[in-house]
Nanobody, 126 residues
Framework: VQLVESGGGLVQIGDSLRLSCQAS????????MAWFRQAPGEERDFVAA????????HYADSVKGRFTISRDNTKNTVTLQMNSLKVEDTGVYYC????????????????????WGQGTQVTVSA
């Protein structure tokens, strides 16, 4: 599956931002989806994941209560709503997909996700 992210930008502390990921090329509902992010000089970190049906979601502790992941299997899209943004949320956000992803132990390991988008930059300024 091919993934294209959009919606990144420059915002201030406390602002909101909505990232979208458009999937194509395969049956979208066969895939679990997730978002990872990478700050300059850092490893890629898990942000949030959602299973194929959208009924199960998982979040990194650092974003729990502020970010919401959702999907629309009729439009082949996954969305990350980010509220109360902090400077430490700055980074390149990647949309990822995998047919075999199942459960938090799997979700948080970047190497287990087979499909990656090109990323979209999110910058939160003080």
């Amino acid at each position: 599956v091919q993934l294209v992210e959009s919606g990144g930008g420059l915002v201030q502390i406390g602002d909101s931002l909505r990232l979208s990921c458009q999937a194509s090329g395969s049956t979208f509902s066969n895939y679990a989806m997730a978002w990872f992010r990478q700050a300059p000089g850092e490893e890629r970190d898990f942000v949030a994941a959602i299973n194929w049906s959208g009924l199960s979601t998982h979040y990194a502790d650092s974003v729990k209560g502020r970010f919401t992941i959702s999907r629309d299997n009729t439009k082949n899209t996954v969305t990350l709503q980010m509220n109360s943004l902090k400077v430490e949320d700055t980074g390149v956000y990647y949309c990822v997909a995998d047919k075999n992803a199942n459960g938090r132990t799997y979700y948080v390991v970047s190497e287990r996700w087979s499909c990656w988008g090109q990323g979209t930059q999110v910058t939160v300024s003080a």
